[in-house]
């Protein structure tokens, strides 16, 4: 079994879809961004797997409200692909407008520290 490596940020749901599975059936296709780094992934979740217990709950809040989870494994790095056999943890839910709000702050405080110190 390969040795994933754990990525060191929570993320936030930033688009949930049910699309078409390439080997048939529906699966839930999650994208998702990096709080610190604003990198995204993606990972493509299905009912039919046996980890589908890991994420169950999650596609089904994901579609109402905002979401941070953490623990999560990167799969393939080029493509920015997440493990769904990721014991994912919820980190965070609530109302979109309030994590944009957070987001927002945040990503604008991080950028007025780097500037600060060069970086």
């Not at 979740?45 to 589908?52: I, S, T």
Request: with cysteine; charged share 30%; glycine share 6%.
């Amino acid at each position: 079994m390969a040795k994933y490596r754990k990525l060191e940020e929570p993320v936030f749901v930033n688009r949930i879809n049910l699309i078409n599975s390439r080997h048939g059936g529906e699966v839930w296709e999650l994208d998702v961004m990096g709080i610190k780094t604003q990198t995204k992934f993606k990972t493509y979740c299905d009912p039919q797997n046996a980890n589908w217990n890991h994420w169950e709950h999650i596609v089904e809040c994901a579609q109402r409200k905002a979401m941070v989870i953490s623990n999560l494994k990167i799969k393939d790095e080029l493509k920015g692909i997440i493990n769904a056999d990721s014991e994912c943890r919820i980190e965070w839910v609530g109302p979109r407008e309030e994590l944009a709000t957070e987001l927002e702050e945040y990503w604008r405080n991080q950028s007025k520290f780097n500037q600060l110190f060069g970086e």
